[in-house]
T-cell receptor, first 114, second 115 residues
Framework: DAKTTQPNSMESNEEEPVHLPCNHSTISGTDYIHWYRQLPSQGPEYVIHGLTSNVNNRMASLAIAEDRKSSTLILHRATLRDAAVYYCILKGLNYGGSQGNLIFGKGTKLSVKP | GAGVSQSPSNKVTEKGKDVELRCDPISGHTALYWYRQSLGQGLEFLIYFQGNSAPDKSGLPSDRFSAERTGGSVSTLTIQRTQQEDSAVYLC?????????????FGPGTRLTVT
């Protein structure tokens, strides 16, 4: 799986939108962009994923650049419970090969201030 | 529905002992993964199973680590002759399939402490 680059940390105020960036300049045409987050003392939690088009779900929105070399996870109104480490991960299309597992980087530690 | 469950939630063992960690994936998920997270470190892939295919063991750190998945469901991760550096949180995840579009659902983890 191709590598991603994220800022080490970000801060946000409660109830404000948060834009978490991710660069993946070596992404291949069949790589999906996945976002997971890990709250303190918990296992990772799936947030959202996409391939080419922007995606929305109940947790967040994913904005994917036209050239797919970067993406942004958008939390529309941050809450204190959104404080976590957010991971941007590329996942290959291969259904049976070594691309099945997730390769976690260091992620972005998001702090939310009341 | 029920999520991924793991047992025990905590395990303290003496150096040199063998331990078994259990994972119950979400029903119907054909892909199952094991990861570990050492204190202050990132998540490290260990092994994954996809249906009846041979498991991908490329992440296992040594031959003291092994895993099996019985009947395409429950999985057990075994660590033989545990060492202090094996202390970590061991996480299990499952997915409908292993490919790109499928998200993984993680269990709460087993915290292993080797004294």
């Amino acid at each position: 799986d191709a590598k991603t680059t994220q800022p080490n940390s970000m801060e946000s105020n409660e109830e404000e939108p948060v834009h978490l960036p991710c660069n993946h300049s070596t992404i291949s045409g069949t790589d999906y962009i996945h976002w997971y987050r890990q709250l303190p003392s918990q296992g990772p939690e799936y947030v959202i994923h996409g391939l080419t088009s922007n995606v929305n779900n109940r947790m967040a929105s994913l904005a994917i650049a036209e050239d797919r070399k970067s993406s942004t996870l958008i939390l529309h109104r941050a809450t204190l419970r959104d404080a976590a480490v957010y991971y941007c991960i590329l996942k290959g299309l291969n259904y049976g090969g070594s691309q099945g597992n997730l390769i976690f980087g260091k992620g972005t530690k998001l702090s939310v201030k009341p | 529905g029920a999520g991924v469950s793991q047992s025990p939630s905590n395990k303290v063992t003496e150096k040199g002992k063998d331990v078994e960690l259990r994972c119950d994936p979400i029903s119907g998920h054909t892909a199952l993964y094991w990861y570990r997270q050492s204190l202050g470190q990132g998540l490290e892939f260990l092994i994954y199973f996809q249906g009846n295919s041979a498991p991908d063991k490329s992440g296992l750190p040594s031959d003291r680590f092994s895993a099996e998945r019985t009947g395409g469901s429950v999985s057990t991760l075994t660590i033989q002759r545990t060492q202090q550096e094996d202390s970590a949180v061991y996480l299990c995840a499952s997915s409908p399939l292993a490919g790109g579009p499928y998200e993984q659902y993680f269990g709460p983890g087993t915290r292993l402490t080797v004294t």
